[in-house]
């Protein structure tokens, strides 16, 4: 049972340049999101899903974007990698909807660094 | 908005003692108050969820309450051990969203 797969686990870029991070769960989860952690800030909002086909922006959405073809993989966008968004990201996944308050399934992140 | 404040401060104590740490939440009351624990380089993983009017809820030597009139919730750990070490992280839902505190690191020493 694998749970919230995220890849890489690390990653270093140069400013401007352009990558995804994928998430994938094997839960069957309705609910997925995408958070960052940095020192001091906690975990913050970037965008989630309540299903396949629906994203929405959470806190810090600028710079990120998203896309929910599937239940199963919910990947996350730079566009054009800025040093502000170096930053731990973690994929998280629950089941149901957005308003049952369910617990979070967290990945184990991924490690990203903007030189 | 809605805020929800942990304090940033790390918690030392002592191996056997109580850890007791505080989640505190502005103006409207969260129906439900749920909380995370973190080991370093890993994802939060959910330890308990609290309901608004269960005022106090349990799981082994974990304990949370819950206080509207404080607005704050209690995160107590009894018989606290070396590898109680972590930081504790709370969080609510607003509309849809699930919303985190900064999270309390906890230092148990034996």
């Known amino acids: 049972n694998a749970g919230v797969t995220q890849t890489p686990k690390f990653q270093v870029l140069k400013t401007g340049q352009s990558m995804t991070l994928q998430c994938a769960q094997d839960m069957n989860h309705e609910y997925m999101s995408w958070y960052r952690q940095d020192p001091g800030m906690g975990l913050r909002l970037i965008h989630y899903?309540?299903?396949?086909?629906?994203?929405d922006q959470g806190e810090v959405p600028n710079g990120y974007n998203v896309s929910r073809s599937t239940t199963e993989d919910f990947p996350l966008r730079l566009l054009s990698a800025a040093p502000s968004q170096t930053s731990v990201y973690f994929c998280?996944?629950?089941?149901?909807?957005?308003?049952?308050?369910?617990?979070?399934?967290f990945g184990d992140g991924t490690r990203l660094s903007i030189l | 908005s809605q805020k929800i404040e942990q304090n940033s401060e790390a918690l030392n104590i002592q191996e056997g003692k109580t850890a007791t740490l505080t989640c505190n939440y502005t103006n409207y009351s969260p129906a439900y108050l749920q909380w995370y624990r973190q080991d370093p380089g890993r994802g939060p993983v959910f330890l308990l969820l609290i309901r608004e009017n269960e005022k106090e809820k349990r799981k082994e030597r974990l304990k949370v309450t819950f206080d509207t009139t404080l607005k704050q919730s209690l995160f107590h750990i009894t018989a606290s051990q070396p590898a109680d070490s972590a930081t504790y992280l709370c969080?609510?839902?607003?509309?849809?969203?699930?919303?985190f505190g900064q999270g309390t690191e906890l230092s148990v020493k034996p």
């Open positions: 899903s309540v299903g396949a086909g629906i994203t």
């Open positions: 969080a609510r839902y607003q509309g849809g969203k699930l919303i």
């Open positions: 998280a996944s629950s089941p149901g909807t957005a308003y049952s308050n369910q617990p979070q399934h």
